[in-house]
């Protein structure tokens, strides 16, 4: 696969994954890629769980489901998120940031512009939308074959310091290779950010992996083989819009935007 094509071809999976297990050598293939990241003076500041084991995988996926529920229901959801939310495709295709909720079940659809409000949020309580979320979240990760919890040491992950900051940025260079290797493999990959809402789910997470002192859990995903047929879950979101040249580079100085040359700039791929 070009490099091009899988940066271009890299997205988040929002869907189920096949059952089948991750191969062993796929996910040493991963770590592999995960090693390769730069780190401030090779510190290699990050640890990974690699998480394949069905009872385990079945208790995360019970936190990530309840976390789903109570972010949603407790509204905090939708007053913490509400500025990334798009209404239309009109509003994505202008902005070209954000998040657009283009998959509801019908009865949904006529409230979604509503659903920040103090009443939306009764409407989405009354419709359930708390619950069916909650159970499409535990659903997809436990029929996700691998789970992967990303940690850094906290000789390196001091809060404050630079070295903090710069672990940081190394895990997030690590977390993009393994990403980009999933394309190559046939696989897909979802964050799991629920639980770190939430404290106390994230330090249940702490004690299930056994995360000793040392270690900072700051990420978990799940990855699988990506079905030939993938089904959408009952309310999907699409991500895919980026910003054109002029929104968000520019030439010597922050007084010049960079011109667009190309009009189909940061359209979605393959479209
Ligand atoms: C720090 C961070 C946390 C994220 N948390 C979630 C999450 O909990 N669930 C999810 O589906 N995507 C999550 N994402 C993925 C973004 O929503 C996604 O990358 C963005 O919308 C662009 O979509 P794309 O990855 O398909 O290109 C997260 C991304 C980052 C960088």
């Known amino acids: 696969m070009q490099l091009r094509e899988a940066i271009l071809g890299r997205h988040t999976t929002n869907g189920h994954f096949k059952p089948d297990p991750v191969s062993l050598e796929h996910q040493h293939r991963l770590m592999e890629a995960a090693s390769r990241a730069p780190s401030h003076f090779n510190s290699q500041p990050w640890r990974f769980v690699l998480i394949d084991d069905d009872a385990t995988r079945g208790q995360i996926a019970e936190i990530a489901g309840r976390t789903m529920h109570q972010l949603m229901a407790g509204g905090k959801f939708f007053t913490r998120y509400r500025r990334y939310f798009r209404f ?31 009443t939306g949020q009764k409407v989405v309580n009354t419709l359930r939308v708390p619950n069916t979320l909650g159970k499409d979240n535990r659903k997809l990760v436990e029929g996700s074959p691998l789970l992967l919890a990303a ?6 992950y001091r809060e404050g310091e630079l070295s903090g900051f710069y672990s940081l940025l190394g895990m997030g260079m690590a977390i993009e290779n393994i990403w980009l290797t999933t394309l190559d ?21 702490r004690e299930l992996l056994q995360i000793p002192e040392e270690l900072e859990l700051i990420a978990m995903y799940r ?28 030439r010597n100085t922050c007084a010049t935007p960079e011109a667009d040359a190309d009009p189909n700039f940061g359209e979605v791929p393959g479209s």
């Open 223 to 250: 990855l699988g083989y990506l079905p030939d047929d993938a089904k959408r879950p009952t309310i999907d979101w699409t991500s895919s819009h980026r910003k054109r040249l002029s929104q968000y580079v520019f």
């Open 88 to 118: 239309s495709k009109q509003e994505m295709a202008e902005r070209r940031d954000g998040i657009f909720i283009d998959k509801l079940p019908g009865p949904l659809r006529p409230f979604v512009k509503h659903v920040f409000s103090e």
């Open 151 to 156: 940690m850094l040491t906290r000789e390196e």
């Open 185 to 205: 493999l046939g696989m897909g990959i979802q964050f799991i950010s629920t639980p770190m809402e939430f404290p106390e789910a994230w330090a249940e997470l």
